[in-house]
């Protein structure tokens, strides 16, 4: 089976970089994937992670290392606009289900 | 191009009532996922189609939920009789591809509340 952990909540203010872990158990999967929730939107694609290492898109950088069962998303230059829950996500390559399966989510605060 | 809609955008109603939810996915996209979101909790899948046959339904919580996908499109999701635990927001997604890094497109969601 699969399990995700992240912190529920994260503080930061505007401008500086904030770190969201994410740990796993499972027994194999594909990638790691990134979304982001902004009250009543819709969950939202931000990155994918195939392999070890950095993928960077703009002031977002995500991170996986599959030897050690983490990854983690990485946000700077904060704004306010950053203000959002974030999940991460994985696809079980054992149970061949293609759903994938989310973490509880990190609700980010941005403030001023 | 229009995003994943779902309808509505919230439901109120009582125990022992029955909810038809609605997801129009995106055009051309043959996988449509349903899941599921009680506060503060995972984002917890439901079933997945495959155009109109149904993939994966190992989430669906009891046969109090009924999904339907006729002729490939659009997608229902009916709770009969609705219960307290049902409450939550109800997400819809749509994809395209079949790669291992394939990306959903999710609609805002439908928040039910059962009282």
């Known amino acids: 089976g699969q399990s995700l952990e992240q912190p529920s909540e994260v503080t930061a203010v505007e401008g500086a970089i904030v770190q969201i872990n994410c740990t796993y158990q499972?027994?194999?999967?594909?990638?790691l994937s990134w979304y982001q929730q902004h009250d009543g939107g819709a969950p939202t694609f931000l990155s994918y992670?195939?392999?070890?290492g950095l993928e960077e898109t703009g002031r977002f950088s995500s991170f996986l290392s599959r030897s050690d069962s983490y990854g983690y998303l990485l946000l700077q230059e904060l704004q306010m606009k950053d203000s959002a829950s974030y999940f991460c996500?994985?696809?079980?390559?054992?149970?061949?289900?293609?759903?994938?399966?989310f973490g509880s989510g990190t609700r980010l605060q941005v403030q001023p | 191009e229009a995003g994943v809609t779902q309808f509505p955008s919230h439901s109120v109603i009582e125990k022992g009532q029955t909810v038809t939810l609605r997801c129009d996915p995106i055009?051309?996209?043959?996988?449509l996922y349903w899941y599921r979101r009680v506060m503060g909790k995972e984002i917890k899948f439901l079933l997945h189609?495959?155009?109109?046959?149904?993939?994966?339904e190992s989430g669906m919580p009891n046969n109090r939920f009924l999904a339907e996908r006729t002729g490939g499109t659009y997608s229902t999701l009916k709770v009969q009789p609705a219960e307290l635990e049902d409450s939550g927001v109800y997400f819809c997604?749509?994809?395209?591809?079949?790669?291992?890094?394939?990306?959903?497109?999710f609609g805002s969601g439908t928040q039910l509340s059962v009282l």
């Open positions: 997604a749509s994809s395209q591809g079949v790669t291992t890094n394939e990306k959903l497109f």
């Open positions: 499972t027994s194999g999967f594909y990638g």
């Open positions: 992670n195939g392999l070890d």
């Open positions: 996500a994985v696809r079980d390559r054992g149970t061949g289900r293609r759903a994938l399966t």
């Open positions: 055009s051309g996209h043959d996988n």
């Open positions: 189609f495959v155009k109109e046959s149904k993939q994966d």
